[in-house]
Nanobody, 125 residues
Framework: QVQLVESGGRSIQPGGSLRLSCAASGRAFKDYTMGWFLQAPGKERRFVAAIGRSGRMTHYADPVKGRFTISRDNDKDTVYLQMNRLKLEDSAVYYC??????????????????WGQGTQVTVSS
C-alpha cells in the first residue's frame, strides 16, 4: 500500500515551465513503477510518462516527448514531472500513480494500482 499526494499545479502562461511533485508514503517506494496521467474536462484519463524503480528507464507519450521529463528521488520518496514549453492543450488535472508491475510500456490506467488526488495545471494567456 502507498499513499500519493501531488503538488505544484497552478495557472501559467503558454511557453512557461512547471514542476509537479508526487510525494509517496508507505512501504517500499523503491519497488514501484511510477507514472503520470492527465485528465482534461470531458476527456478520458491519458498516460503522460512512466519511470522505473531505479529511475534509469523512462517512457513518454508522444505529445510530451522533448518537453516533459519524469524523474524520481528514492531518498525522498518523490517522483517529479518537469514540464517545459507548456501549451494550452496541456491544461488538465495531473495524477501520479504507482504499480508493482515492471512494464513501463503498459500505459493503461488500469495497470496502476494506487493513485493520488491530482493537481490542476491551467495554461492560459
Amino acid at each position: 500500500q502507498v499513499q500519493l499526494v501531488e503538488s505544484g499545479g497552478r495557472s501559467i502562461q503558454p511557453g512557461g515551465s512547471l514542476r509537479l511533485s508526487c510525494a509517496a508514503s508507505g512501504r517500499a517506494f523503491k519497488d514501484y513503477t511510477m507514472g503520470w496521467f492527465l485528465q482534461a474536462p470531458g476527456k478520458e484519463r491519458r498516460f503522460v510518462a512512466a519511470i522505473g524503480r531505479s529511475g534509469r528507464m523512462t517512457h513518454y507519450a508522444d505529445p510530451v516527448k522533448g518537453r516533459f521529463t519524469i524523474s524520481r528521488d528514492n531518498d525522498k520518496d518523490t517522483v517529479y514531472l518537469q514540464m517545459n514549453r507548456l501549451k494550452l492543450e496541456d491544461s488538465a488535472v495531473y495524477y501520479c500513480a504507482a504499480k508493482i508491475d515492471l512494464d513501463l510500456r503498459s500505459t493503461s490506467e488500469n495497470s496502476y494500482r494506487y493513485w493520488g488526488q491530482g493537481t490542476q495545471v491551467t495554461v492560459s494567456s
